[in-house]
């Protein structure tokens, strides 16, 4: 298909990222974020997880209002858009199908390619958004990146802004989910890293210990750490029915202190494997405080340029997305109205 937009002086990429619960959606111009917004769901606050079948429906409800208020704050028209970037997985097949469906339709409308895009790797570029008037730290080629979700746990080497490779990974449960199921457990809502963020910083950190799983690669295990926590809190509570509320600071304090460090230490033998210090993490646990100040404090030890995005950029957002879309429009890598949703893709 001839598209009208290609050769346009100004490549204006609309992102779409639709993959969990957050309906986002942004607008790029020549490489540089105009807007960026989001409609969070609330709604699966109450069932301790994400519901797939309601986040579908919000989605629904909101990707053309969010459309809009992407288009107003970045003043700009439909007409006037390059192409469209839209997350085609991994994530829920209910929720990317909103997003990949409404993408089509744009694409189809107004006659401009369409640019799928693997949030994962969209998580990874966010470290390139660049904003208006603003200059950002940029990692450069070779860089290692500690990608972190609630659904996923990488270690992966980009050697361009297209290429990925992935050096290590969890066999089971992502960090997220261990934060959010630590958090259930404690009778916390969803999406409870971030209370867990809140209460460790008023905790000691050295009062309570958990395992550490012993495998014979780079690789991540969850599992076992947060079936260590369920037993823990079961026994101390026990013998003490309060014993979450008068310890939960130093609970918090003491879980979140052990998976940064298990998080850390394979990092840091990657980095000593593949010699390479330009370090960065990504993904919405990357917001997490005390990660992102332990990965500071093992950068100065050991010589790294670290990179951490800005919060809004580690949870998922369409700006990660229509940088990616860019990248990729650059290299005019656009595909068919044909494409389905990925539950699982690898990056
Ligand atoms: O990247 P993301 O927004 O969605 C996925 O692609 O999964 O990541 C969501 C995960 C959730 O598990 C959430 O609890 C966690 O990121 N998270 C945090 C923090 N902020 C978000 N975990 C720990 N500390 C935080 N401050
Ligand atoms: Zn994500």
């Keep these: 298909m001839a598209h009208k937009n290609v050769e346009n002086k100004d490549i ?15 607008i790029l111009k020549n490489g540089v974020l105009l807007s960026n917004c989001t409609a969070n769901q609330s709604i699966h606050e109450q069932y301790g997880g994400v519901i797939p079948e309601l986040a579908s429906r919000d989605h629904q409800k909101n990707i053309v209002p969010v459309l809009t208020a992407a ?12 192409a469209v970037a839209v997350t085609r997985g991994p994530g829920l097949s209910g929720s990317l199908l909103v997003g990949l469906s409404f993408a089509k339709s744009l694409s189809l409308a107004l006659n401009i390619p369409l640019v799928e895009v693997n949030h994962m790797q969209g998580h990874i570029l966010a470290h390139f958004i660049q904003e208006e008037n603003q200059n950002i730290k940029q990692p450069s080629f070779p860089f290692l ?35 959010d199921k630590a958090a259930k457990i404690l009778g916390l809502p969803y999406p409870g890293g971030p209370l867990i963020d809140k209460y460790a910083k008023l ?5 309570y ?23 823990f809190i079961q026994e101390q509570t026990k013998l003490n029915a309060n014993f979450i509320e008068e310890n939960l ?15 850390l230490k394979n990092l840091l033998t990657v980095s000593k494997e593949t010699n390479i210090k330009q370090i960065t993490i990504a993904g919405g646990v990357s917001a997490n405080s005390g990660l992102r100040s332990e990965l500071e404090l093992l950068g100065n030890k050991h010589q790294w340029q670290t990179y951490i995005p800005k919060f809004e950029y580690c949870t998922d957002n369409a700006a990660m997305i229509a940088i990616t879309g860019y990248y990729k429009f650059l290299e005019q890598e656009f595909c068919g109205l044909e494409i389905a949703p990925l539950a699982r893709y690898e990056i």
């Design 145 to 179: 990146c500690l990608t972190v979700s609630g659904g996923h746990t990488q270690i992966v080497k980009i050697t361009d802004h297209l290429s990925f490779e992935l050096l290590a990974e969890t066999e089971d449960d992502a960090v997220g989910e261990a934060f």
């Design 249 to 263: 600071n130093d609970i918090c304090a003491s879980y979140q202190a052990h998976l940064i460090k298990y998080l």
């Design 71 to 82: 288009l107003k704050k970045a003043n700009v028209t439909l007409s006037q858009i390059s």
């Design 209 to 231: 210990k958990f395992p550490t799983p012993q495998l014979k690669t780079n690789n991540y295990s969850f599992s076992g750490v947060k079936t260590a926590f369920l037993y």
């Design 12 to 26: 204006i990429i609309l992102g779409i990222e639709s993959s969990c619960d957050d309906t986002s959606c942004a």
């Design 203 to 207: 905790g000691d950190a050295t009062k």
